[in-house]
């Protein structure tokens, strides 16, 4: 999941602009009394890093200039200010310090004046330097999300803008022009009329010349068995040639034609296209979606700039099915909130391009996101955070979601009908939906709003009533720290009442699905990530292993959990899906621990997906498919898509599990993925004994590994934009893996023969993303923020040579220090100007990439 080393240095993406408030009354540093509270010292902050590898460590020294802007000074005392960022963030001096910081929760901070703090002037600034564990890569890893906090008016916080200062790299191997040059050089340009028209690639592809013209009059003829899917076409084409052509269950002349046909796989169809017709085959609804989709794969993008009289569609004959069933892509909307708007755009891109399950993240530590019947706190204590002293209303901020609740995107939830909503228009796109309720860790948001709950009943006076859904032992005082730095995020699965919460939950979860009329075959139930310390000292652990003979020892708490979550699915006919750590158990040999399959849970067709192929876990997938678990590979450093795309400091995004551009999803090898581990998360080749004594897959096995999975988590994705950035064009590559059959240079990559292979294919790969789908996603479903490549550069022989990594895009170039622009010099050779030369990339829409710059001397 969300994993170990971002703790380092966490925060946020975006930071507020808003200043602090009104002007206070005068203070004088002696008096050390605290101001109107009415109103908020004007304040501004700026942050900068001071020096990478502070003392030769993996550690960072930065300086926190706090400037007062206001005509009062900011008196000594009385105030705090409260931000996001890592504990390890410390004042360099010490005790000595006009500052100290302490860890509230999770990324939650708080910094108060010491007893060396003096009174700042109107005017005046006062620096502190910091030290804090790790590198800043990014502007993610800078503390974030300031407000400031009054001591007689705890209760209100005020916005603090900051500015951050853009390091200089001295200490840090960041990637360069150059390197991206040398990158790209592999890529040839294929001209697009030599391109496949289809994406994913199909199983079996000809064109034959002779093209189908599509108009308005062409109506959608198809079997009654697939008529939602003809009236869906029809409304996609509708949206080309701006009137919906008309569907039948019969006719003659031209038409596009859905047929059912018998004997195809679950997913298979056939498409042909005639200068009479266009028809799709398939023996199910699912088929004839997808061969609907490979149409619309079909159509020009320049189709989609405007309204069309006609189109030309291709000739083709295509047999296709997919090469995997189970291909997803996972939605954290816990973290930070989307709208529901929003999740019906992600469902239209993933049934265009054929990606069929819909995991949807919609609880953790920093909110619940979904509406159920009958707990009210869930949403309205849950899903909305701000500036609270004792979180019974709303919850903390979290990733820089400032004081203000109610405010997107630390506030927001689905509620019933909306949910309802999701699920029909992903039924009707052939996408199953698995909901994933966070348990037992991750589960801070859940554990807050039960006990709002609780004191809410408890105030009134009913006791069984408050303690119904109680998710916590009162008496606990067991000590944790999660790796999200939590110390109150984990469920105590040793009361009754935490399963009559899952039950809940689980029932409306079931009635929601059955009103859409959605399949839904499991729940998720997470399962990563239960800290070292949890449940050692609660007295409800302690009569459960008292009173139950195979519960020996709090490890073995874990085990009856999911034993119960399992049974409690099975008897709704469901089965179990988790995180790998739900089919784990703990092995201890001569004090060492270790982690080995579960043969208990093998037998109850619990599916996992698995993340961790870092470290000693590179085989962990393998080592559970082998053992007989349903597996769906979701390898943190093929397919988290939060990895920022490139090692740059402009290039937002975590770093923890390494970096993750658009070819890394594409040359992903499933079925021997050791094979496609090229660099490690600092970007250095793999060195061949990380792979020593590492588990294989078996070939009888190879049936457990049952699809991919990419998930997006959400610390950093506050807007859709961003989404958008970090999903496209990355999840490209998971569709083609997904989809495709496998390709000829998987079975023995390191062949000079797969070599050449491979660079075919990625060139193939890259001219189409640059030449039909990017294209065609600057409109579809109202057009998608997909991030831009930035162009590769490098001086040779007193000129700059410049590339691409997607073909089709253009590079445009100044050479008198301006940014460029849509209206600046297409590069089309080498640029012989001297001085600095500044190089972009734009897409046909006019949006660009980063800026990069090179110095011809």
Known sequence: MFRYFIVALVCTLAFSSEGCGQTTSTQSDKAKTTPNQSAAAPLQL??????EKHQGKNQTLSALTIQNTGKEALPAQGWTLYFH????????????????????????????????SKALAAGASQRIEFVGAGQVVNQFRAPQGFYLVWDKDKSKGYPVSLNIIKP??????????????????????????????????????????????????????????????????????????????????????????????????????????????VVISATTAAGAFYGAQSLLTLLPPSALAKKQTSVPVPGVQV?????FGHRAYMMDVARNFQTKEQVLKVLDLLALYKINVFHFHFSDDEGWRLEIPGLPELTQVGARRG?????????????????????????????????????????????????????????????????????????????????????????????????????DNVMNVALPSTYNF??????ELLG???????????????????????????????????????????????????GKVNAMLKARSLYLSGWEEVGLTKVRTNGKLSYVANPDFVKENVHVDVWNNLGQNIDLAYRMANAGYKVVLTNVTHYYMDLSYQKNYDEL?????????????????????????????????????????????????????????????????????????????????????????????????????????????????????????????????????????TAGAKVENGKVLANVQLPGLTIRYTTNGAEPTVKSKPYAGPIAEKGTVKLAVFDAAGRSGRTVTVENK
Do not use: C
């Not at 001096?93 to 007893?115: F, H, Q, R």
């Open 653 to 789: 995004g975590h770093n923890w599990g390494g970096y993750l551009d658009v070819d890394k999803p594409f040359y992903f090898i499933p079925f021997d993925y050791m094979k496609s581990m090229r660099v490690n998360e600092n970007n250095d080749p793999v060195s061949p004994s990380a792979f020593a004594g590492k588990e294989q897959l078996k070939p009888e096995a190879r049936a457990n590994i049952i699809g991919l999975q990419a998930p997006l988590w959400s610390e950093i994705v506050k807007t859709p934009e961003r989404l958008e950035y970090m999903l496209l064009p990355k999840l490209m590559g998971l569709a083609e893996r997904a989809w495709a059959p496998d390709p000829s240079w998987a079975t023995n990559p390191g062949s000079a023969e797969s070599k050449t292979a491979y660079t075919q294919a990625w060139s193939e790969f890259t001219n189409v993303l640059g030449k039909r789908e990017l294209p065609r996603l600057s409109y579809y479903a109202g057009g998608f923020n997909y991030r831009i490549p």
């Open 387 to 487: 500036h609270t002293q004792d979180e019974l209303d709303f919850m903390n901020p979290a990733y820089g979601s400032g004081p203000e609740v109610d405010k997107l995107s630390g506030s927001g939830f689905y509620t019933r009908a909306d949910f309802i909503e999701i699920l029909k228009y992903a039924r009707d796109r052939h996408i199953k939906v698995i909901p994933e309720i966070e348990t037992p860790g991750h589960a801070r948001a859940a554990v807050k709003a039960m006990d709002s709950r609780y004191a809410r009943l408890m105030k009134e006076g009913k006791k069984v009533e408050a303690e119904q859904y109680l998710l916590r032992d009162p008496q606990d005082k067991s000590v944790y720290r999660s790796v999200q730095n939590f110390n």
């Open 502 to 507: 899952l039950e809940k939950v689980t029932d």
């Open 168 to 277: 200089n790299h001295t200490a840090i191997d960041w990637e360069t022009p150059q390197s991206i040059f040398t990158k790209n050089q592999e890529i040839k340009d294929i001209p697009a009329e030599k391109l496949t028209k289809i994406f994913p690639t199909p199983a079996q592809y000809k064109e034959t010349g002779q093209a189908f013209t599509l108009t308005q009059a062409v109506p959608v003829v198809a079997d009654k068995a697939f008529q939602k899917e003809a009236d869906l076409l029809a409304v996609q084409l509708g949206n080309v040639l701006g009137t919906k052509p008309a569907v039948k269950t019969a006719g003659t002349g031209k038409a596009i034609k859905l047929q059912q046909k018998t004997g195809m796989g679950p997913e298979a169809y056939e498409l042909t296209v005639t200068p009479q017709e």
């Open 512 to 562: 929601m699905y059955k009103e859409a009329g959605a399949p839904i075959q499991t729940i998720h139930f997470g399962g990563d990530e239960v800290p070292n310390g949890v449940w050692e000292k609660s007295p409800a652990v302690q009569a459960l292993m008292a009173s139950n003979p195979a519960v020996k020892t709090v490890d073995d708490v874990w085990y009856y959990y999911f």
């Open 319 to 323: 047999k296709d099915a997919p090469r």
């Open 46 to 51: 700026t942050w900068e890093v001071v020096e």
């Open 85 to 116: 960022g890592s504990p390890s963030f410390k004042p360099k001096a010490g005790e000595a310090a006009p500052v100290k910081t302490e860890l509230i929760n999770g990324d939650y901070l708080k910094m108060m004046p010491t007893a060396n």
